[in-house]
C-alpha cells in the first residue's frame, strides 16, 4: 500500500508538471515574466531565485504551479498599476501576461494540454518501438473443448490452430462461428495444426445443444502477436493511437456527463483520486511496461479533461481569451470571477462525488473494472 501511494503521487506530480512546464516554456518564449515555477503546492518549503523566476519547493507534493506575472487580472478588464507599486513593476507592464496578445495568451494556456498529450504519443512510440504492441494475429486458438462434445469426439485439442474449414482459410473466430451456424447437422472437414504436425478432422455441428455451449462444443479465440514498429515508424504510430485514445476518453466523458444529469448516476467504471490509486497497484504488479501504458492513459485524460471549456480549468481560461478574440474586448472581470467561482465549485462537487463512489464501491467489494 505504501509503495502504491508513493508512485501514485510520482506519477500525478510528473503528469502535472509536465503539463506547467508547457506553461512556462511558452511564457519564457514569448517574454512573459515568470514569477515562480513550483514543485507541489504551497505553503512553500524553500526557494531559489534564478534570474527573475523562483524555483520553488512546497510541503504538499501533488503536481507544481506556475505564476505568471499579471495573469490575476488576465481577461479582467484593463488592470490599472497602483501608484504604490514599484518603477520596476510598472515598467514590466508589457511583459505581463494580461498585456500579451490574445494568441500568445491563448498559447500559453493551450501549452499544458499540449504536453500532456505529447507525453503520451511519446510513451506509445517508445513501447511500440522497443517493447511491441499485442495485436490479433491471423490465427484462430482453441481455447477450451467441452466433455462429449462434436468438437470432443472429433479428436480436436485444447491449444490446436484452426487452419481451414471445407477448404476455406480460417483467419478469424468470427469466421468459425458464421460457417459453422450456416451448417448445423452437416459434415465440416477441419483442418487443424497441433505443434508442427496437421491434422484432418471431421467435425458435425449440433442442431440442439446446452446453452453455455455452441454447436461444435468449442471455445475459440484470436492468437495474440507481439507487433514492433521501427524506430522511424513509431512516432506515427504513437500519435494514431493517442488520436484513437483520446476519442475514446472523450467518448466516456460525454457518457459520464449524460448520466449524470440525465439519470442521475455515475458510471460503475469511473474512477476518481482513489480509484486511480488502486489501478496504479495493479499496474505496478504487472510491470514497467504497464505502468508506462497507464502513465500515457493518465496523461491523456489530464490534457482532455483540461481542455473541456469549463471555468477554472484551462479551457475555460482559453474559452474567455478567445471571447476577447472575437468581440474585441475583454470579459468583465466580475463575470469571469464568478464563472471561475462556478466552475471550481463544480469541479469539487464532482470530484467529491466520484471519491464517494469509489469508498462505497470499496466498503462493497465491487472491482474497479466490472468483469
Known amino acids: 500500500m505504501f509503495v502504491t501511494v508513493i508512485v501514485f503521487l510520482l506519477i500525478l506530480s510528473f503528469l502535472v508538471l509536465i503539463h506547467e512546464a508547457g506553461h512556462f516554456v511558452v511564457a519564457k518564449l ?9 514543485f507541489g503546492l504551497p505553503p512553500r518549503v524553500f526557494g531559489i531565485k534564478k534570474g527573475e523566476t523562483i524555483y520553488s519547493i512546497n510541503w504538499l507534493p501533488i503536481g507544481g504551479f506556475v505564476k505568471l506575472y499579471g495573469e490575476d487580472e488576465a481577461g479582467a478588464g484593463r488592470p490599472k498599476f497602483k501608484p504604490q507599486l514599484s518603477k520596476a513593476k510598472v515598467k514590466d507592464r508589457n511583459r505581463a501576461f494580461f498585456a500579451r496578445p490574445v494568441w500568445q495568451r491563448a498559447l500559453v494556456v493551450f501549452a499544458g494540454v499540449f504536453m500532456n498529450f505529447m507525453l503520451a504519443v511519446v510513451i506509445i512510440s517508445v513501447l511500440f518501438s522497443v517493447v511491441g504492441v ?23 485439442k485444447k491449444g490446436d490452430l484452426l487452419l481451414s474449414i471445407n477448404g476455406q482459410k480460417i483467419t478469424s473466430a468470427q469466421q468459425v462461428i458464421l460457417y459453422t451456424r450456416k451448417h448445423l447437422g452437416q459434415k465440416v472437414a477441419v483442418q487443424v495444426k497441433d505443434n508442427s504436425k496437421i491434422e484432418n478432422l471431421t467435425i458435425v455441428p449440433r442442431k440442439r445443444y446446452p446453452a453455455n455451449e455452441g454447436p ?13 514498429y521501427p524506430w522511424y515508424k513509431a512516432p506515427f504510430t504513437g500519435t494514431w493511437e493517442a488520436l484513437k485514445q483520446t476519442g475514446l476518453i472523450i467518448s466516456g466523458l460525454g457518457m459520464l456527463f449524460y448520466q449524470i444529469f440525465f439519470r442521475g448516476s455515475l458510471p ?11 489501478l496504479t497497484g495493479q499496474f505496478v504488479q504487472i510491470g514497467p511496461s504497464a505502468v508506462l501504458s497507464f502513465i500515457s492513459l493518465l496523461s491523456l485524460n489530464l490534457a482532455i479533461v483540461n481542455i473541456l471549456p469549463v471555468p477554472a480549468l484551462d479551457g475555460g481560461r482559453l474559452f474567455f481569451i478567445l471571447l476577447e478574440g472575437i468581440f474585441r474586448r475583454k470579459v468583465n472581470q466580475k463575470i469571469e470571477g464568478y464563472a471561475h467561482a462556478i466552475g471550481m465549485a463544480f469541479l469539487l462537487g464532482l470530484i467529491l462525488l466520484i471519491t464517494l463512489h469509489d469508498i462505497i464501491r470499496i466498503l462493497t467489494g465491487q472491482p474497479l473494472i466490472p468483469r
Not at 490465427?139 to 479428436?155: C, E, H, L, M, Q
Not at 460503475?268 to 488502486?278: N, R
Open 30 to 38: 514569448f517574454g512573459i515574466k515568470v514569477e515562480e515555477f513550483g
Open 134 to 156: 499485442a495485436t490479433p494475429g491471423d490465427k484462430v486458438v482453441v481455447d477450451n473443448i467441452s466433455k462429449d462434445s462434436p468438437a470432443a469426439t472429433s479428436g480436436l
Open 268 to 278: 460503475s467504471d469511473v474512477a476518481g483520486p482513489i480509484g486511480i490509486a488502486q
Open 216 to 228: 461444435m462444443g468449442v471455445e475459440i479465440s484470436q492468437n495474440i502477436i507481439t507487433q514492433k
